[in-house]
């Protein structure tokens, strides 16, 4: 059997048992274009009852090593979305299946490929930048971070990665980050993060939806205690809010003239990462209990409460945070403006526009990381259209850190400005 064919099989299984009689449908992608901006739900744990049939099924009894090929195949043909989707239908085929895609997919510092929804919370890879753009959306106070250099002619094949609404409190801002562009419930599992700011939206707050890779957490609290015994709290809930950067824009209170200044620093993300071999917290799970590929916090969501609030330890509590800080423009006489070299990436001047590169470390604490590596960019974002903006970030940043640094810039700031 080709190649082609198996993946059309794939297809087929994903969309349900039994539709065998939509081959010829599937076949001339008729349901691909409707969803594929959406992540793919194959990932879903399916009933008991489908499970065993899938369990017994023909595909179930590959030979391990016929089964790896065969995956491994797939996940170098499909580099691209939206066909990455095939590499997605591999998992969803039986628990094999499952282990095989798994060991066949790297994460996204390794290949630079978008698979699973845990790449949003991996690092990007070390040699180029993730390239992407954010749409705004004014009327619904909503922000799209769709994959790709800039906006496609063809909508539905811009690849949304994830979707940020904006939600105004008596004492500030809150930023709740969804997988999809219409639930942005903390029940759900398509429930991230959450970025909150304080009155005067100089100081911002980045929460995770699960806690760092290495994180180690308090085996016993009376929160704990309580929250096992209950019965209302499901596994399928997000464990809670782990508190991961702060973003603090400094005051500008005798309204001088320049862009703004702001310094991110990222609790879990240590400065000795950018050392040739350093290395960030790479997660390769998820939280959400629903998704059997990502389940190793699995029984860490009963032991914290619903919309609890943890200070998890840093990545590496013997170093020193990694610090982000704005790139020093220049001012430019004859523009008569500050200009930041964003290699042809940023068109319109704003002042939300900005390139954000490593502080050195404090002169106390030493570190070995090479001068030309606290000159890089690692995150870069600017206005090239009315509520179009791109973003491109590189290690050892993720799309949700990065995407909520960005969104900071869409507050306002009376006190900074």
Not at 267 to 276: G, V
Not at 354 to 363: C, E, I, R, S
Request: net charge positive; hydrophobic share 35%; charged share 20%.
């Amino acid at each position: 059997m080709s190649l082609k064919s198996i993946v059309r099989e794939l297809k087929e299984m994903k969309e349900g048992m039994g539709n065998i009689s939509k081959r010829g449908e599937g076949r001339a992608g008729h349901s691909r274009v409707a969803s594929q901006t959406q992540w793919p739900n194959a990932w879903h744990r399916p009933n008991q009852c489908q499970e065993e049939i899938e369990q017994t099924g023909n595909w179930a009894h590959l030979p391990p090593e016929l089964l790896f090929d065969i995956v491994q195949r797939v996940e170098d043909s499909e580099v691209a979305w939206p066909e990455r989707r095939n590499v997605v239908a591999c998992a969803a085929v039986c628990r094999s299946w499952q282990c095989a895609t798994k060991e066949a997919v790297k994460t996204l510092q390794q290949c630079a490929r978008f698979t699973f929804p845990v790449s949003l919370k991996q690092p990007a890879p070390r040699d180029h930048p993730i390239q992407c753009f954010v749409r705004r959306d004014r009327a619904t106070s909503t922000f799209r971070l769709y994959l790709g250099l800039s906006p496609s002619l063809h909508g539905e094949n811009d690849k949304l990665l994830m979707t940020a609404r904006k939600v105004r409190r008596a004492t500030g801002t809150d930023f709740v980050i969804s997988l999809a562009s219409d639930d942005f419930s903390r029940n759900s599992n398509t429930y991230v993060g959450k970025l909150r700011s304080n009155f005067l939206g100089t100081k911002f707050t980045i929460f995770d939806s699960q806690p760092p890779s290495d994180a180690v957490l308090p085996p016993t609290s009376r929160i704990t205690r309580n929250r096992i015994n209950s019965k209302q709290v499901s596994p399928r809930l997000p464990a809670g809010n782990y508190k991961i950067a702060t973003i603090a824009y400094e005051l500008n209170m005798l309204r001088t003239r320049g862009p703004r200044r702001m310094h991110c620093t990222m609790h879990h993300i240590p400065l000795s990462s950018l050392q040739a071999d350093g290395t960030a917290p790479t997660p390769t799970n998820m939280v959400h209990g629903e998704n059997p590929l990502e389940e190793q916090f699995t029984s860490m969501n009963l032991s914290q409460g619903k919309g609890t609030t943890i200070h998890a330890p840093d990545a590496n509590n013997t170093g020193e945070p990694l610090v982000l800080k704005n790139k020093a423009p220049r001012w430019h006489e004859q523009l008569q403006c500050w200009c930041l070299n964003f290699r042809g990436r940023v068109t319109v001047a704003s002042v939300k526009n900005f390139q954000l590169v490593a502080a050195p470390g404090a002169a106390d604490r030493p570190t070995e990381v090479p001068p030309a590596e606290l000159e890089k960019v690692i995150l870069q974002f600017g206005k090239i259209g009315k509520d179009i903006f791109t973003m491109d970030y590189r290690y050892p940043l993720s799309a949700f850190q990065a995407f909520a640094i960005c969104l900071t810039s869409f507050d306002t700031k009376p006190a900074c400005e």
